[in-house]
């Protein structure tokens, strides 16, 4: 504890961050993501100093957008909020994409944005504008608070009293308390000169009370123990993750109709489970978490277009939120079929009209309905692409016969020599990934590759698909390596991204020189644009060169330069067996490697 101060040296905005701030690690935040500025110097103080202390993990970021997405990463990961810290004006603005996924997605967030005092809004005050509200219906609450007038004479003053108020509520409603999704809490935080001070010599952070949601002992630079929140179902916490956040009972499903069901997004295995145990066809996206289990149902886009399976569907139960293929949308759009949704994000899922936004689902007892099964999981076996590569001619390398040998020779040479194409490239970063790594698609075509060829596999997978924009991918998955790595944890955190995903969030490769390097390859998939749109109705109706010019633009970056700037390890793979090889080898810090694929 420092040695007291006299009030002299000490200034209201240090005497409330601390308040807020250490009320916020009581409570369980544990990672502080802080942008550079002046009237926000009293929380990044504060925060330093805690840090000091062992208690939060920093992260500084010179981007308030990066810093926003590397929170959303971490919430992601750990179901735990992470504080993020900025100055006034569009510092604050910059928040907002990351607020809106954290919205659609239900993924925890605590947005503290510094402010001018009430006199300076609104008169053309320097780098002022009205930040209050400013993140409207996505925030959970949304709280400007009172300007600190005085020193704070200890822990029972007026004003302490209201600022640890603030804090739990925002840590409350960034939960989903009061029967709301998990999403962005906003305090928003005018003070006035002096911006910082000695901190009060009373201060004092107790995480060991009741109300602490982390395990003191935890590592701040990670809560591990707490990964995989979001996957217990529905995109959002668990009941029992977090004290006094307490769920509605779940409905009873009663047995009958021929019923299917669909993960999307941050579905995790309760989609699997719920599946397993009622004994229904499971359609999982790749970014669902639940693409593994007895009941997966491969190539399942021809098959819900079959009048015969998908056709017949008289139910569908919705866990996460389905974005990656027109027809699973236009089956839950349909007006014959009941679609009972499992809340996931901070809108609920309703394309026909009428579906039942739900909790939690549980099956009624009963015998399942094993000839509609047996249907879909024959019919998904004869859609499943093989993607295993052609076993070795053993007899032909080994054979006495010369020309039998090089025949062998050159075709083993051919198959190891062949170039990459996404399919080849989705199919080794699937297979190199394993439970105690975690996987991130950005919203580029190679998810929907992924989604269309890849089999079965339990491994935590992320995507930002709430709004399903490529904003913030490389910040989002270095939040989720940050927090799946503490305390020892093993795993290496992949992100596979397009060419254009990496630019628009190539700041995010920055990192302080003081700062941890977690464990990370975010792999490039460059075909010199974004050829997504070619794949697009846009692509058979318009000009060639308009296409190019504002849907494709191509770009001459050279991603090498990029890597070395940011101090990143490059490889350039253009093999499957060099890829497999860059996959599989040890990772000790930030790694970028760049596949060229044809357009």
Known sequence: MPDASPAADRAPATDAAAVLLGRLVERGVRHVIVSPGSR?????????????????????????????????????????????????????ANLLPAALEAHHAGVPLLLLTSDRPPELRGVGANQTTRQSGMFGPSARL?????????????????????????????????????????????????????????????????????????????????DAEMSGALYQGGGGIGESDVPGIVGAEPIVLERGPRTVVVAGADAGPAAEEFAFEGGLPLIAEIVSGARFGRQIVHGYRSLVRDDALGGRVERVVVFGHPTLSREVVALLARADVEVVAVRC????????????????VVNAPGAS????LGAWLRAGRDAAIDLSPPAPDAEGLSSVDPKRRLSAISTELDTIRAPLDRTALVDALWRATWPHDRLFF??????????EVLGGKRVPVHANRGLAGIDGSIATAFGIAIASQGSGAPGVTRALLGDLATLHDIGALLLPPREREPRIQVVVGNDGGGTIFDRLEVAASARNEDVDRVLYTPHTARFEQLATAFGWEYQRVTTRAALDQALTSPVGGRQLIEVPLER
Do not use: K, M
């Open 142 to 222: 949304s709280e400007d608070l009172p300007v600190p007038e005085s020193i704070d004479e200890g822990p029972g003053d007026d004003q302490s009293a209201t600022t640890r108020r603030a804090a739990d509520d925002a840590f409350d409603a960034a939960l989903g308390a009061g029967n709301q999704v998990p999403g962005p809490a906003h305090l928003n935080l005018p003070y006035r000169e002096p911006l910082s001070g000695e901190l009060p010599p009373w201060w004092d952070v107790d995480v060991t009370g009741p109300e602490a949601t982390v395990d003191p002992e935890v590592d701040p630079v990670s």
């Open 40 to 92: 926000s110097q009293a929380l990044a103080l504060v925060a330093a100093e805690l840090e000091r202390r062992g208690l939060v993990s920093l992260h500084v970021r010179i981007d308030e957008r990066v810093a926003g997405f590397t929170a959303l990463g971490i919430g992601r990961e750990s179901g735990v909020p992470a504080a993020v810290i900025c100055t006034s004006g569009t510092a604050a």
């Open 345 to 360: 994000g901070g809108e609920p899922l309703n394309l026909n009209g009428a579906t039942v936004a739900v909790d939690a």
């Open 442 to 451: 950005a919203s580029s075509r190679l998810v929907r590759v992924a989604d």
């Open 369 to 372: 309905d094993r000839e509609w």
